[in-house]
């Protein structure tokens, strides 16, 4: 069998892989906690769910435009004016099977073979496989636990080249929960403009932010960063719709119209009654949203408290999203039964298979001394896993 070196570029989500094992664990009979959810525990509201059975009672069903319905698009723009001060028209959106599909046409749009790709880490997995199945080149920038993993604009600065077509940023981010503020933006998109370089904005965790912290993009300071800056985002976080594969894109007119073409030959349109779901978590009440945060920051808080009261591991309180991003480096090197826990990997595998635990090592988010963990999922999973993990921690130091 002949497979593409395009296609073999490609590793399988790590994420899902360890979600997957932890759930067949769990069908199996095992109770195993799984840490590794990258969706909200919550269910969809009824009135989302409603308008999609009412677009299926109207027999709503058949092909859209590629690009998503005309009310949802708009629905996206009176969401971008309202939220983030941004002004968009229809012809500068595009409605994608989830915000990860938005996020790969971008590439896919913006990146010829060798073209350089400034990537912060820890980054969010499917970045670097993305870049490469473009044919780009990732450049990958390292942040410090000191700088709350954000990059610097002069780190930015320095990672530009003549090559160098795009930087991604991902604020909230996905894993270690920071918040870039306005000023931190604001300074690195000087740098943008200054180098006339593009950038992908993932606000996929815009809604999820606690301690009053308000959400920037980078796309509102004015036009020319505007018009250098494509922003992602969609329902799955917001309103716990990972299933029904929503995202958007949104950003100048010539680079959307050549997303929409990509996906003409590609996916076509997302689900016609997804969409129409989606028109109405954006329009409704949001109420339950902030319930949903609110429950977060709870989670986050019990989770951060007693990581840090765990001898030999360490986190710093994440401002977004639902991960902590946990420092295990004082166990890697160290030994379990005779086995050197000689990376994340192996911790990973070890907290599955010996404390019945499920989590993402740091190494697929480019970092080896972290693993990544979840709170979207009950408190009583949060206390019986943490217990696990600090009685396995506490066997090895």
Known sequence: MSISSRA????????????AKAKKMQS?????????AGEPDFDT???IKNAAKNALDKGFTKYTPTSGIIELKKTICEKFMKDNNIEYSPDEILVSCGAKHS????????CDDEDEVILPSPYWVSYPEMINFAGG???????????????TPEQLKNAITPKTKLFILNSPSNPTGMVYTESELREIAKVIMEHNIYCISDEIYEKLVYENIKHM????FDEKIKNLTIVVNGVSKSHSM?????????????IIQAMSNLQDHSTSNPTSIAQCAAVEALKGPQQELENMVSEFKKRRDFMVDT???????STIKPDGAFYCWINVSKIIGKSFDGKTIKDSLVLADLLLTEAKVAVVPGIVFGDDNFVRLSYATSIENIVEGLNRIKFFVEKIL
């Open 8 to 19: 073999k570029k490609i590793n399988p989500s790590p994420t899902l892989g360890i979600t």
């Open 28 to 36: 199996e009979g095992i109770n195993v906690i799984s840490f590794g």
């Open 45 to 47: 509201l009824e009135f």
């Open 103 to 110: 996020i790969f046409n971008a590439i896919m749009t913006l």
């Open 137 to 151: 080149k990732p450049i990958i920038i390292n942040t410090t636990e000191q700088n709350c993993f954000k990059i």
């Open 217 to 220: 993009s980078i796309a509102s």
């Open 242 to 254: 990972t299933g029904w594969r929503i995202g958007y894109a949104a950003g100048p007119k010539e």
């Open 307 to 313: 990581v840090n009261s765990i001898n030999g591991i």
